[in-house]
C-alpha cells in the first residue's frame, strides 16, 4: 500500500473511530470536583425578594417616584428618587396614629399631628407632614407590593412584611421599620 494511501484510511479510520457512539463505563467513582474561580465583578447587596422597579415608576402631580400600596390598602409608600422614601396613611391626611410617633412635628404653618414618616436622601428617618398627594397618587392605577417582596430604585428599597413597612436609604443604610403596634429608626429585611 502505498504512504498516500495509507495515510487515507487511516484518516479514515480516526474520523469513523470519532464520530462513532461513546461507551460510558461507570465505576462508581466520584469525579473529581474542579473549583470555578470567584468573579472580580462586585456583588452589592443580593435581595432574592428584588421586584421589577420599572413596573413602580409613575408620576404623580409631577412628581416622578415608585409608588406602591401595602397589601391591606391601608397605606401608601413612594420612593422619590434621590430625595426620600417613606409611607403614609392612604387616606392622605389622616395622621399617623403609630406607637412612638411624635403627638406633633414642624408642617408648613406650624406645629401638626404627623402624617408620613420617611427618611430622607443622606437623612435620619422619622416622622413628618406631607400635603395631599405626598406619597399616594392623584390619579391612577398603583401596584400592590405583595408581603415578602422589596422595591428598590434610586437609592432607596422598601419592604413590605406582615409584620409592617420598613424603607432605608441604601447609602447610609439608615432607615425605618413601622406597623401598628409601634415604630423602630431601622431598616428590616425581609428575612431570607
Not at 472580580?40 to 400600596?69: C, I, Q, W
Not at 391626611?93 to 404653618?109: E, F, L, R, W, Y
Request: glycine fraction near 12%.
Amino acid at each position: 500500500m502505498s504512504g498516500r494511501r495509507y495515510a487515507v484510511c487511516v484518516m479514515i479510520a480516526g474520523l469513523t473511530v470519532a464520530c462513532a457512539p461513546s461507551v460510558v463505563v461507570n465505576t462508581g467513582e466520584t469525579p473529581p470536583r474542579t473549583q470555578t474561580p470567584a468573579s472580580s465583578e462586585p456583588t452589592g447587596r443580593v435581595d432574592p425578594n428584588l421586584v421589577d422597579a420599572h413596573a413602580y415608576y409613575m408620576t404623580s402631580d409631577g412628581m416622578k417616584g415608585y409608588y406602591f400600596t401595602t397589601p391591606s390598602g391601608k397605606w401608601s409608600c413612594a420612593i422619590l428618587p434621590r430625595s426620600q422614601a417613606g409611607c403614609q396613611a392612604a387616606s392622605g391626611s389622616q395622621t399617623m396614629s403609630i406607637p412612638g410617633a411624635p403627638d406633633k412635628v414642624q408642617g408648613p404653618n406650624g406645629p401638626v399631628a404627623p402624617n408620613a414618616i420617611a427618611v430622607n436622601d443622606g437623612g435620619d428617618p422619622g416622622f413628618t407632614w406631607l400635603n395631599r398627594p405626598g406619597f399616594s397618587v392623584k390619579t391612577g392605577k398603583v401596584l400592590v407590593l405583595d408581603f415578602g417582596k422589596t422595591l428598590a430604585a434610586a437609592g432607596f428599597r422598601c419592604n413590605v412584611q406582615e409584620a409592617g413597612i420598613s424603607c432605608e436609604d441604601e447609602t447610609t443604610q439608615k432607615g425605618f421599620a413601622f406597623s401598628a403596634t409601634g415604630y423602630v429608626p431601622h431598616y428590616t429585611p425581609v428575612p431570607g
